[in-house]
Each structure stands twice: as C-alpha cells, then as structure tokens.
T-cell receptor, first 111, second 113 residues
Framework: DTGVSQDPRHKITKRGQNVTFRCDPI?????LYWYRQTLGQGPEFLTY????????KSRLLSDRFSAERPKGSFSTLEIQRTEQGDSAMYLC?????????FGNGTRLTVT | GEDVEQSLFLSVREGDSSVINCTYT??????LYWYKQEPGAGLQLLTY?????DMKQDQRLTVLLNKKDKHLSLRIADTQTGDSAIYFC?????????????FGTGTSLTVIP
C-alpha cells in the first residue's frame, strides 16, 4: 500500500495561467475525491468519481475547473485562467468502502 | 444540509488528557471519523466508529459517540508534543451515489511542554 500520491506538492503560477494537478489513488480504490482546503478551514468537496464516472460536482467548481479520471485509475484536476482566489491546498482522497485516505495535497499559489 | 461543528482551539499540558468535541446534524450518518493534519500535510486517518457503536478505544485514543445528542468526542490520553496538530471530525452517509463525506472546520490542539 503506497498510499495516495499527488503531484506536484507545490505550484506557483501567475494569474491567468492554466495548471494541472495529478492524483494517483490507492490501487484497489474505486472512489476518488478532490477537495480544496484554505487556511483555517476543513476540506471542501469539489468533485467525486466512482471508477471513471464523475458522479458529482460541487457548485464551488466553476467552469474553469475540470477533472478527469480516464481509465478509473489516476485523476487530473485542471484549473484554467487561474485567479488569486484559487490559491489553496488541493487534496485528493480515495476509498473503496470507507474511510477516505488522503494524499499530501498540492499547494497552489497564484501571484 | 449536513453540518459538522467543532471548537477551534484547545491547549493542554504534556501528559494530560485532551478531549476534542464535535457535533453533527445528520442523523443518517453511517460512520464518524477523526483525522489529524500536521502543517503542510494531508489528513491522516486516526480512527473511526460505526454509528451503532457507543465507544471505540485504540491505544491512547478513545472515541465516544452519543447518537441521541449527535455528539462525538476524541480523547487522547497522555498527550505528547507530537500530538500538536489540527484534528478534523467527519461524517459519512452511506449509501449515497455522490459525495458521502462532510468535514468540520478543525480543532487546533497545542500541547504545552
């Protein structure tokens, strides 16, 4: 069990640029979640996949955000035309039944 | 909707017991969880309890669940400086086809040597 892996750990980008993050879940986990966390807050749900199907998206997820899980294994989260308000920690988690197992996150800073 | 509440801060002396409290609103919760987050890291699962249980003990950790009052607590015995972190309470509601997990805002535990 290698755990949930996220890449990169840190990303600094200029406003208006596009960024993409990757998540590799625990191999036998069929459910994959993306969360966003800002300072002093708990994780906020963004989107959820069961296998390759994206079953739910939060209304927090504007049309600048898109997520994929093409073969039901790894997932990518892309943010287009980044804004300073997108600066946050982006957490990926996976599960088979329960509970959630988290990666160490990607910290995004938009300058 | 689902609402999970925690107090924001707790300070204890090393060697004392810590008790972190959480309340939730959804009576259909299936599992309740405690996660620990250290600076710059993701959330680490500490323990969880099925909603038909009252108590679970795991080494220094004791989870108490009062389902009637929708109150969950985490007791850490013999608190150490390495226990300083943010602790998140979470609930899950299974089965659901979409998102199943809801988190509190976290309790920051400071252990004073």
């Amino acid at each position: 069990d290698t755990g949930v892996s996220q890449d990169p750990r840190h990303k600094i980008t200029k406003r208006g640029q596009n960024v993409t993050f990757r998540c590799d879940p625990i191999s036998e986990h069929n459910r994959l979640y993306w969360y966003r966390q800002t300072l002093g807050q708990g994780p906020e749900f963004l989107t959820y996949f069961q296998n390759e199907a994206q079953l739910e998206k939060s209304r927090l997820l504007s049309d600048r955000f898109s997520a994929e899980r093409p073969k039901g294994s790894f997932s990518t989260l892309e943010i287009q035309r980044t804004e300073q308000g997108d600066s946050a920690m982006y957490l990926c988690a996976s599960s088979r039944d329960s509970p959630l197992h988290f990666g160490n996150g990607t910290r995004l800073t938009v300058t | 909707g689902e609402d999970v509440e925690q107090s924001l801060f707790l300070s204890v002396r090393e060697g004392d017991s810590s008790v972190i409290n959480c309340t939730y609103t959804d009576s259909s919760s299936t599992y309740l969880y405690w996660y620990k987050q250290e600076p710059g890291a993701g959330l680490q699962l500490l323990t969880y309890i099925f909603s038909n249980m009252d108590m679970k003990q795991d080494q220094r950790l004791t989870v108490l669940l009062n389902k009637k009052d929708k109150h969950l607590s985490l007791r850490i015995a013999d608190t150490q400086t390495g226990d300083s972190a943010i602790y998140f309470c979470a609930e899950s509601i299974i089965p659901r086809t979409g998102n199943q997990f809801y988190f509190g805002t976290g309790t920051s535990l400071t252990v004073i040597p």
